[in-house]
């Protein structure tokens, strides 16, 4: 058998193991493809005389136990690839009747698939048998296959001495939730940096890439993902006196206007744009239904930034905040001066109340000048108990974000209107290759590389795009639009044991990262499926070639 079918063959069986394992995101079930990767690198011969080399990360204060598996090869060179991806899936619910076959890679599948509707493209890519389906397949135990496949042959190099340059492979857990497989495992990556003066010359992510027009997309950077946090403090008042109260719903309504869909927050870079913020949520406080005017309200939503940072966003809310309220009473004095002229009863000159907007941190820091002890006492009491309700389920982080808001607020005693501005994990800076420093231009030369080599051997056209929109770990590799990194963190209220990340090792790592995996479709849907040319032949050698090239540079 041939080096080429041998190779088709171990990615196969491989993938088929990993399917099989129902990692599914947040979740205990995680543990079990990362027990097999350590596994797998232990019964190396490599690591049978470099056991330093290879191991399970312990999450810290991880509430489902999940562990980060890593090894490292050593080579000629400390110019070092970095090869990481995530092993969670979506749940599988929408497999319908087929679920029970959801996770096995084979016939009965795509036979139960065949009997459930699919549009005229799965249909077709079905009956080809070009295609191979199931859970995972393409987002993404695909490319780790492809990734573990290719190790055990550098793992072979290195034991023989002849591996030109090192590899340090490093699956996580739980992408497609927090992250906290990445933001964990940059420690790793930090140690192994201080341990052996590596130079990590390119992080590749095998995510699944898409086909436009039938041309390959590598993506040279990953878009950021900022979610702002707002509540907002009206003044209660009785309906049938409408005039005494100031609904907080008024302003939190006007904030969503002038930021949902609004692309004053779209960042351009070349020929590509940001999509403008969407709300994921947005609602009055109140918990049970009587006649008076919403107190408060909040909401929370989405960011996408290509060099827009936490400290801009905030810049740009706090603006707006202001403008909703001086726009909100502006408008209910209107109505009252109109009022007056039909009601005999009414007195006021007319409403006015003071736009008052903070950032979460001001407000802390504005209590800490009253009651330092006694504030840090309530907030460790309250923090904790909204990250129990986050590790039980019964919460999220969002959801959590805004309880701890709203608690300090009560606490502040603050009666008057005023909004508060925070942030909710998770959090992803937007990170392209080409902007780490000492490193400019390593995600332009790998792209010409695999575009070149990808189009000449395989007929396969690769064209790229400078974000992926998806949003990926790539995030945690380096940071190339620096930002107040203790601003940000003390304006999200639940940073500390339930969400962090080491911003000074992401900094100091430096990686530039591309994310180069199979040709695949309609991820975490029934019809996910990976394309088998792709995945066997072209992106192994792809990777395999442009892993040598990046020791070269």
Not at 19 to 32: G, H, I, L
Not at 492 to 500: I, R
Request: proline share 5%; charged share 25%.
């Amino acid at each position: 058998m041939n080096e080429e079918k041998v190779m088709e063959e171990r990615i196969l069986e491989i993938l088929k193991m990993l399917v099989a394992m129902k990692s599914v995101t947040c979740s205990e079930k995680e543990q079990e493809p990362a027990r097999w990767f350590a596994d797998f690198f232990a019964g190396l011969p490599y690591f049978k005389d470099h056991p330093e080399d290879t191991g399970l990360y312990a999450i810290p204060d991880d509430p489902y136990g999940r562990k980060i598996p890593y090894a490292l090869l050593r080579g000629k060179k400390k110019d070092t690839v970095v090869l990481s991806g995530h092993f969670d899936v979506v749940p599988t619910e929408e497999y319908a009747k087929a679920e029970p076959w959801a996770y096995e890679v084979g016939f009965k599948l795509e036979e139960m698939l065949s009997e459930m509707p699919l549009d005229e493209s799965a249909r077709a890519d079905l009956e080809s048998g070009g295609w191979i389906w199931g859970r995972g397949v393409a987002d993404m135990k695909g490319g780790l296959s492809v990734h573990a496949a290719l190790f055990e042959e550098y793992a072979r190099e290195a034991l023989e001495g002849t591996l030109e340059g090192s590899i340090l492979f490093m699956p996580v857990p739980d992408e497609e939730s927090y992250s906290a497989g990445m933001r964990s495992g940059i420690e790793i990556i930090k140690n192994f940096k201080e341990k052996y003066d590596l130079d990590y010359k390119l992080l590749i992510d095998p995510e699944p890439t898409n086909l436009v027009d039938g041309v390959q997309v590598m993506s040279l950077g990953t878009v950021g993902k900022i979610m702002p946090a707002i509540i907002v403090q009206g003044k209660k008042g009785h309906a049938g006196h409408c005039y005494e109260g100031f609904s907080a719903l008024s302003v939190i309504s006007d904030i969503y206007q002038r930021t949902n869909g609004s692309l004053e927050f779209s960042d351009i870079y070349e020929d590509e744009a940001t999509v403008p913020p969407t709300w994921a949520n947005l609602r009055d406080m109140k918990e049970s239904y009587d006649v008076s005017i919403p107190h408060r309200a909040y909401g929370y939503f989405t960011v996408f930034a290509f060099d827009s940072t936490p400290d801009d966003i905030m810049g740009k809310l706090k603006k707006i905040c202001i403008e909703s309220i001086e726009n909100q009473v502006k408008k209910l004095d209107g109505e009252y001066q109109e009022y007056k002229k039909i009601n005999k009863s009414e007195r006021k000159e007319k409403i006015y109340y003071e736009p008052v907007v903070m950032s979460f941190n001001e407000l802390c820091d504005t209590i800490r000048a009253k009651d330092r002890a006694g504030f840090e006492k309530f907030y460790e009491d309250t923090y904790k108990d909204a990250v129990a309700k986050v590790n039980s389920g019964e919460s999220n982080f969002p959801s959590a974000t805004i309880d701890v808001m709203e608690a300090v607020l009560d606490y502040s005693g603050i009666q008057y209107p005023i909004t508060i501005i925070g942030f909710a994990p998770p959090y992803y800076p937007a990170v392209h290759s080409d902007m780490v420093k000492g490193k400019e231009g390593f995600g332009t030369k790998a792209f010409k590389f695999v575009s070149e080599l990808s189009e000449n051997q395989f007929g396969q056209k690769v064209m790229y795009e400078n974000f992926f929109m998806g949003i990926s770990d790539l995030s945690y590799g380096a940071i190339t639009s620096p930002f107040d990194y203790k601003k940000y963190s003390a304006n999200t209220p639940l940073w500390g044991k339930a969400y962090n990340m080491n911003f000074d090792a992401i900094e100091y790592c430096g990686m530039p990262g591309v994310i180069y995996g199979p040709i695949g479709k309609n991820y975490h849907e029934y019809i996910e499926r990976v394309n088998r040319r792709s995945l066997t032949e072209v992106m192994p050698k792809t990777t395999k070639a442009l892993i040598s090239y990046m020791w070269e540079l």
